[in-house]
């Protein structure tokens, strides 16, 4: 974990059945929450702040929960950063309850749909962007914990503003997400150092799909280690 420099304190440690944590910047507004006590999925809903639009990262599970956090202003999009079954759990109910729209990777789209019965609206692929309200959304592709694994980046450019990322399990505070081949790892590493590292600051903070944020910067040193080790 690292210090947050929001000025709300915003730290981005949050625990299965513990408070949300709430990120004000400008034109978004990013609340963060665990669920399930043995996965302890992390799930970001994105709120733009000028039209009230709701985007969900990931409906990893308890349904429930994360339609509490989306309340009566409704929910736009949901984006699955990946075919694994933890991050879906909640799909089916959640888009049942609110008539969102699912988007998903697209090497990985037609799985999700097969996990969780779910039509899958939009494939995404690397460079597109997905919006919430007036907020846009970069989508990176990232190949190796999976075919289809996506990022989202956006761009703060307010004065004292820097890039946020939700990394889904691509990128972790202290190295990239798991892979199951030497092949595939050298993919995702290579993915992370040419679409991540290499092209966003320091500054950028990440969200992952599991435990505490960090920043590439704190990150970034770490390259080849992670290289080395194999994983």
């Known amino acids: 974990m690292v210090t947050s420099p929001d000025p709300s304190g915003y730290t981005g440690s949050v625990s299965p059945g513990g408070d949300a944590d709430v990120r004000e910047l400008d034109a978004l507004r990013i609340t963060k929450v665990a669920v399930d006590p043995q996965m302890s999925n992390n799930c970001y809903l994105l709120r733009c702040t000028a039209t009230g639009d709701q985007l969900l990262v990931d ?44 988007l998903v990777g697209e090497p990985d789209a037609e799985e999700t749909a097969k996990q969780t019965g779910v039509t899958v609206d939009r494939h995404l692929r690397d460079g597109d962007e997905v919006t919430v309200g007036e907020v846009t959304l970069r989508v990176i592709h990232l190949v190796g914990h999976t075919p289809g694994s996506v990022a ?58 599991h435990g505490d944020d960090s920043t590439l910067g704190a990150e970034r040193p770490h390259l080849a280690e992670w290289r080395e080790r194999g994983w």
Request: hydrophobic share 35%; proline share 6%.
């Open 59 to 102: 409906a990893a599970d308890e349904a429930t929960r994360l339609l509490d956090l989306v309340g009566d202003a409704g929910l736009t999009r949901v984006v699955t950063t990946h075919q694994h079954w933890d991050h879906h759990r909640a799909l089916a109910e959640v888009v049942q309850a609110t008539g969102a729209e699912v």
């Open 152 to 209: 989202l980046v956006y761009d703060d450019t307010t004065p004292g503003g820097h890039p946020h990322l939700f990394t889904g399990d691509s990128l972790f505070p202290g190295g990239p997400g798991k892979t199951w081949s030497a092949e595939d790892n050298a993919s995702l590493l290579d993915d992370l150092e040419a679409k991540v590292f290499g092209t966003l600051p320091d500054s950028t903070w990440f969200y992952p799909g």
